[in-house]
T-cell receptor
Framework: DAKTTQPNSMESNEEEPVHLPCNHS???????IHWYRQLPSQGPEYVIH???SNVNNRMASLAIAEDRKSSTLILHRATLRDAAVYYC?????????????FGKGTKLTVNP | NAGVMQNPRHLVRRRGQEARLRCSPM?????VYWYRQLPEEGLKFMVY????????ESGMPKERFSAEFPKEGPSILRIQQVVRGDSAAYFC????????????FGEGSRLTVL
């Protein structure tokens, strides 16, 4: 499985935007970029995923570099409820393992 | 539409006992994944099942652990002769398709071995 690299931790203030980076220099052409988050004492929660184009949903935006070797998860206005560990994961579209391989993720702290 | 249901949420076992963890996927989902999360660590893949079939068990310990997903009923993760090192949170996830889209996770079952 292709690897991703994320900062161990980041801090933000409430109601400010947050940009969570992820490097995936060994990404293959068919790998989707998935983001999940895990709030304390809860199961992981899907946030967003994309292939080449930037993606937006009600939770966040995903900005994907043109060469696809990096991406950024954008939370437009952080709230205290966004404090979680955020995981960037590559998932093969076909022919690869269907499982998600979680790394250590980025622990986001949101200050009031 | 109910989410992924796991039970029990908390389970305490003594060393040498058996633990059975159950996972009911979301309605219409026929793919189930089990993950383990040790205290202060990340999630580790254990096994991926489709109805009546084990697709990928590359993360399962070779001994004492088994999983099934019968045609009817929930998926079961079974741990025989538990040891203290089995204390962890066990998460189940389901999806409607193979290899595409998002996984929906349950709240987890927290196993404590005394």
């Amino acid at each position: 499985d292709a690897k991703t690299t994320q900062p161990n931790s980041m801090e933000s203030n409430e109601e400010e935007p947050v940009h969570l980076p992820c490097n995936h220099s060994t990404i293959s052409g068919t790998d989707y970029i998935h983001w999940y988050r895990q709030l304390p004492s809860q199961g992981p929660e899907y946030v967003i995923h994309g292939l080449t184009s930037n993606v937006n949903n009600r939770m966040a935006s995903l900005a994907i570099a043109e060469d696809r070797k990096s991406s950024t998860l954008i939370l437009h206005r952080a709230t205290l409820r966004d404090a979680a560990v955020y995981y960037c994961i590559l998932r093969a579209a076909q022919g690869g393992s269907e499982k998600l391989v979680f790394g250590k993720g980025t622990k986001l702290t949101v200050n009031p | 539409n109910a989410g992924v249901m796991q039970n029990p949420r908390h389970l305490v076992r003594r060393r040498g006992q058996e633990a059975r963890l159950r996972c009911s996927p979301m309605k219409g989902h026929s793919h189930v994944y089990w993950y383990r999360q040790l205290p202060e660590e990340g999630l580790k893949f254990m096994v991926y099942l489709q109805k009546e079939n084990i697709i990928d068990e590359s993360g399962m310990p070779k001994e004492r652990f088994s999983a099934e997903f019968p045609k009817e009923g929930p998926s079961i993760l079974r741990i025989q002769q538990v040891v203290r090192g089995d204390s962890a949170a066990y998460f189940c996830a389901s999806s409607p398709n193979r290899g595409r889209g998002e996984l929906f996770f349950g709240e987890g079952s927290r196993l404590t071995v005394l």
